[in-house]
């Protein structure tokens, strides 16, 4: 079993960064998919980043160029730093783990884009 704790939502202006972080409570050395996901409001969850078996990443083409997610393993952490930061990327942000055949998801961070 997996948790996942999100942590560094907030409220940011157009053009601005943020820098999400997901701690698990266990090495993720091991977790072969591991990113995040978002949720805006009316919408269906969808995929943000996410790191794949073999360390590849892979990002939706909307955050392309923008966002950047890295692992710390040391730290049981994995990162998502946002930048250009735009209205549409307003959401709840998820950190999701695929391991052992079992989806694991934290409850979510807040970001708002806003001026």
């Known amino acids: 079993q997996v948790q996942l704790v999100e942590s560094g939502g907030g409220l940011v202006q157009p053009g601005g960064s943020l820098e999400l972080s997901c701690t698990a409570s266990r090495s993720i050395f091991s977790i072969p998919v591991m990113g995040w996901y978002r949720q805006a409001p009316g919408k269906e969850r969808e995929l943000v980043a996410r790191f794949l078996p073999g360390g590849s990443t892979n990002y939706a083409d909307s955050v392309k160029g923008r966002f950047t997610i890295s692992r710390d393993n040391a730290k049981n952490t994995v990162y998502l730093q946002m930048n250009s930061l735009k209205s549409e990327d307003t959401a709840v942000y998820y950190c999701?783990?695929?391991?052992?055949?079992?989806?694991?998801w934290g409850k979510g961070t807040l970001v708002t884009v806003s001026s």
């Open positions: 999701h783990a695929f391991v052992g055949g079992m989806a694991y």
